[in-house]
């Protein structure tokens, strides 16, 4: 992979919230359509929530933004995804500036374990070719633990390898690693989904810390969790066989206090999924 050695570190007060824009959305695995015509504005500076059944394409539509569904052999996609105006998948931009500016922390909590906290947080720099002095990245090292809740935790043992934290704190140095390249778009895979409740509490706080300066999208079984952190939800549902699709979309708290359709309301009130 060529590198551009030209890049330079962005200044710490920079604030890169995007938007995203998916338009007609449609994927496949092969010859099975898993997605119908997906449309779902995600405004910047605000969480959207995407909600739904096992099986109904959330997780799916999250590695679609960020250009993930491509990696696999058998899939194939249809529509649009707009980032500040722009398609990610536009023939000339390239795949590392799309991953650079859309971020994604997942389910698991996936940092270097052998490599130092210090390090895991400076990882998307090399990749992405970014230049720093060591005061910069001194400097961004504290910058993006205290952003992920992590700093105080962890100051004086920053040589320590990342794999000895506890799932809470991995997870939380995995949004730190993702903050260091300055996404404009910060996608979570049900990022709570394996921790404590203390832990659970902490990463919401952190996503609603963060939100003033980076979109977030996240995947969440949790319907008391896309009440306490999100701004709008998105409900997804495949029925009968048919591909997974949006039932409807709007404010979080209209979504949960008055949705329009029955399938909404009888899941977010838990009478399926």
């Known amino acids: 992979m060529s590198l551009d050695t030209t890049a330079v ?9 995007g938007t995203l824009d998916a338009r007609a959305v449609s994927a496949w695995f092969g010859d099975r359509k898993v997605l119908e015509q997906v449309s779902l504005l995600m405004p910047a500076g605000q969480v959207t929530a995407l909600i739904g059944p096992s099986g109904c394409g959330k997780s799916t539509f999250l590695r679609i933004l960020n250009r993930m569904h491509e990696l696999i052999p058998s899939a194939a996609l249809a529509g649009e995804v707009l980032l500040d105006g722009a398609d990610i998948y536009a023939p000339e931009r390239r795949l590392t500036t799309a991953r650079r500016d859309i971020g994604m922390v997942f ?7 052998a490599m130092s906290i210090y390090d895991n947080v400076l990882a998307g ?3 992405t070719g970014v230049r720093a002095s060591r005061a910069e990245k001194d400097r961004l090292v504290e910058e993006c633990l205290s952003k992920a809740g992590l700093w105080k935790e962890v100051q004086d043992r920053l040589r320590q390898p990342g794999g000895a934290l506890s799932g809470g704190q991995q997870q939380r140095l995995c949004i730190a690693r993702s903050l260091a390249v300055r996404p404009k778009i910060l996608l979570m895979d049900e990022p709570c989904s394996a921790l404590d409740p203390t832990s659970t509490r902490r990463i919401e706080q952190t ?4 939100v003033a300066e980076v979109t977030i999208v996240i995947v969440t079984h949790n319907m008391q969790q896309a009440q306490r952190v999100s701004d709008q939800c998105a409900f997804f549902l495949a029925e009968q066989g048919t591909p997974g699709g949006i039932v409807e979309h709007g404010p979080t708290d209209a979504m949960f206090g008055s949705p329009v359709d ?4 009888d899941y977010v009130n838990g009478r399926f999924g």
């Open 125 to 127: 720099l090399k990749l």
């Open 107 to 113: 389910q698991k909590p996936n940092p270097f374990p």
């Open 207 to 210: 996503i609603r810390e963060l």
């Open 9 to 17: 570190l962005p200044t710490v007060q920079q604030s890169s919230a």
């Open 262 to 265: 029955q399938r909404t309301s």
